[in-house]
């Protein structure tokens, strides 16, 4: 077992490190995020508009944003949908917003996946996820949010933090106590 590595206050206090980029000002800072809510409430229509406005680098919610390439994993969504839904938002989309319908799961290969797409657009900064109980692997019972779930988030978790640029979010079908209980166990949110 490996001893448990501990800083004081005083050293902590005296390290330099480097700042959390923010890439919607005081709203989402790197990382992963979890948007949470019951089905139908508007997660996927919010988490569109925000790949949106952090790709043509407009503001949110009068936030300033750090512009960058965006990946919308809408993953419930076929390509006619999501475009009839970018419609309503612009009819001048940039080449900065990226979609696919369709990936691995975590196991099978989205981290991967996700490598991939960063070697190729190498200013992205946000990636969203919509929803995590489609990347979840099958059988895991993902109705509700349960152990699987954990593991799940934690796998992309670790991918994220190796690629510190970037902020992620998972859209996801939550009660609200799945939230409560969910969301302090990984201090996102």
């Known amino acids: 077992m490996q001893k448990l590595e501990t800083l004081t206050g005083a050293a902590l206090l005296s390290m330099q490190l480097p700042t959390t980029r923010m890439i919607v000002e005081s709203l989402i800072p790197q990382g992963l995020h979890i948007l949470g ?112 779930a954990f593991v799940a988030v934690a796998a992309i978790n670790c991918a994220f933090e190796k690629m510190r640029m970037l902020a992620g979010a998972f859209a996801a079908d939550m009660a609200c106590q799945d939230i409560l209980h969910f969301l302090p166990c990984f201090g996102v949110g």
């Not at 409430?41 to 949106?52: A, P, Q, Y």
């Not at 406005?53 to 009068?62: D, M």
């Not at 938002?89 to 991939?116: R, W, Y």
């Not at 960063?118 to 995590?132: E, G, K, R, V």
């Open 37 to 148: 809510g019951a089905p139908k409430i508007g997660k996927s229509w919010l988490t569109l508009w925000l790949c949106l406005r952090i790709a043509q680098g407009e503001p949110v919610w009068n936030l300033s944003t750090e512009k960058g390439d965006t990946l919308y994993l809408c993953l419930e969504d076929s390509f006619a949908r999501v475009q009839n839904r970018l419609l309503n938002f612009t009819e001048d989309a940039p080449d900065t917003i990226h979609f696919a319908t369709m990936s691995e799961t975590i196991a099978g290969g989205l981290v991967k996946q996700i490598e991939e797409f960063l070697a190729d657009h190498p200013q992205t900064n946000f990636i969203a996820i919509d929803t995590l109980q489609r990347v979840a692997d099958a059988g895991t019972g993902f109705g509700v949010l349960d152990n699987q």
